[in-house]
């Protein structure tokens, strides 16, 4: 089966796990980025960021100021511009790949404006969700509702041989929000993209609080500052381990920024740690929660869309509302002081991770679906 995989970038590892598991499974994986060199910075080497010149790209930076204002830069694809740009460009990829099947991650443009391939999504997201967020101070205001963008994002919903989900919250969305029949999407789920050495398992915890999110701000990064002044009140050997790509100036004493790190270094954080926390006020689906889960760590999170899906409160960890620095000091504070409880959340997470998610489990799930549709296909071409 070649399979052609649409996509527009790393996705926080999703395209290279993505990838390998189905490459695993003996799928010929073709890649396409629709979006490649229609960023408004080209990043040559390791210098510092350009700007990109390009007609089609001047036109793209013009169209999301006119939509976005200030905001363009967070929403330069989300215009109708850049769907149909992009679809265009989709469209040529597949003619020169000539694959059997077509998956597309997540839906800014379409497989072709006219697709002549069966096509498959994997989501994440919608944008219907993104609506509805709340303003939140730091971030960029929630994506504005477009009736026209809608009907593209809906057509190429509808026209999908298959959607392939992360979660239930999205498979909700596209029955609620675009009409979709449910009996068409597969919430397929996804894994960590860091995953534990069995040396790795078992070492010493030490008193500390793991937080991974590499954009500070919409990750809660601020409240869990607050929050850990207050748990030191109580914890006074607590420390702190931010990984992140940038953090306040300031921090409270106890509090370390170790910035992005390689897998050695963020896995010996998450197999030495004592709680991992993400007080995230938006969440597409939290791949840095199934690596913690993982590594046999507790979870302090937010209980926003898909995280509850990942995360049993009470038995993997806590849930609290998002932007409560004491909310998520009380839940982290109730494992630093019982390290047995603690231990035992972190087991019970690690099994909800190898017996529920994995790139392969979800890999095999979307090839149960993307074969037998090829095979019915090629067989009546046959007749």
């Not at 229609?38 to 700007?51: N, S």
């Not at 990109?52 to 363009?72: F, M, T, Y």
């Not at 939290?286 to 926003?304: K, N």
């Amino acid at each position: 089966m070649r399979l052609l995989y649409l996509h527009y970038g790393p996705q926080s590892g999703v395209t290279a796990s993505t990838s390998a598991a189905l490459s695993a499974a003996g799928v010929d994986v073709v890649h396409a980025n629709p979006a490649a060199g229609f960023l408004y910075q080209l990043r040559p080497g390791h210098r510092l960021p350009l700007p990109n010149a390009r007609p089609a790209v001047l036109r793209g930076v013009a169209e999301a100021v006119r939509a976005h204002g200030r905001s363009w830069k967070a929403y330069y694809l989300h215009t109708l511009f850049a769907f149909d740009h992009l679809s265009e460009r989709a469209g040529e990829a597949i003619r020169r790949a000539r694959p059997d099947a077509v998956l597309q991650a997540g839906v800014l443009f379409a497989p072709g404006r006219w697709p002549e391939v069966p096509y498959h999504l994997y989501l994440d997201h919608t944008w219907a969700i993104a609506e509805r967020y709340l303003p939140a101070p730091g971030l960029p205001p929630p994506v504005p509702y477009d009736p026209a963008w809608r009907a593209r994002e809906q057509a190429v919903y509808r026209g999908a041989a298959a959607i392939f989900t992360m979660s239930e919250v999205v498979r909700s969305s596209l029955r609620d929000d675009y009409g979709v029949d449910p009996e068409r999407v597969h919430v397929v789920g996804a894994g960590p993209n860091v995953e534990p050495e069995p040396s790795e398992l078992g070492l010493a915890r030490d008193p500390a609080i793991l937080f991974v999110g590499k954009n500070f701000v919409p990750k809660g990064g601020p409240a869990l500052l607050e929050a850990f002044e207050r748990i030191r009140r109580d914890h006074p050997s607590a420390r702190l381990h931010l990984v992140s790509s940038s953090a306040p100036a300031a921090l409270p004493e106890g509090a370390t920024f170790h910035g992005l790190l390689g897998r050695e270094g963020l896995a010996r954080l998450y197999a030495t740690a004592s709680v991992f926390a993400l007080p995230t006020l938006r969440e597409a689906f939290g791949l840095v929660l199934l690596e913690a889960m993982a590594f046999a760590l507790p979870v302090v999170a937010s209980r926003i869309e898909s995280i509850p899906e990942i995360v049993q409160d009470g038995e993997t960890g806590h849930l609290v509302a998002p932007a409560d620095p004491a909310a998520l000091a009380r839940g982290i504070s109730e494992l630093l002081a019982d390290p047995g409880r603690a231990r035992r959340m972190g087991a019970a997470g690690r099994a909800r991770v190898v017996a529920r998610f994995g790139w392969d489990r979800a890999a095999a799930r979307m090839l149960e679906v993307m074969r037998p549709r090829r095979s019915a296909g090629t067989a009546a071409r046959a007749g």
